[in-house]
Nanobody, 116 residues
Framework: QVHVVESGGGLVQPGGSLRLSCAAS????????MSWVRQAPGKGLEWVSD????????YYADSVKGRFTISRDNAKNTVYLQMNSLKPEDTAVYSC?????????WGQGTQVTVSS
């Protein structure tokens, strides 16, 4: 059974940093793309970043490029999102997904609030 669990959210001041983690299980982690998406209050789902199975290729939305870094540790079945220079508009629930042949599996999300 596939499980995806995010952690690391919280309240941070503008300009600050947070690192989100996403622990996955129930599939061969290193074989699959992983993604981060976010949903701000009252808005639709926004794709944030992707990483391929070996971590050698990463992709970012223009809104976070240069500020966020996605990475993965396949020995720990975990993907990370390092978020720097955070802005109030980054406030959202951040969710991780495993993009498998059988479908896309989501975690419950973690709240990130950027406010002074």
């Amino acid at each position: 059974q596939v499980h995806v669990v995010e952690s690391g959210g919280g309240l941070v001041q503008p300009g600050g940093s947070l690192r989100l983690s996403c622990a996955a299980s129930g599939f061969t982690f290193s074989s699959y793309f992983m993604s981060w998406v976010r949903q701000a209050p009252g808005k639709g789902l926004e794709w944030v970043s992707d990483i391929n199975g070996n971590g050698g290729s990463t992709y970012y939305a223009d809104s976070v490029k240069g500020r966020f870094t996605i990475s993965r540790d396949n020995a720990k079945n975990t993907v990370y999102l390092q978020m720097n220079s955070l802005k109030p508009e980054d406030t959202a629930v951040y969710s991780c997904s495993a993009n498998l042949r059988t479908g896309t599996y989501w975690g419950q999300g973690t709240q990130v609030t950027v406010s002074s």
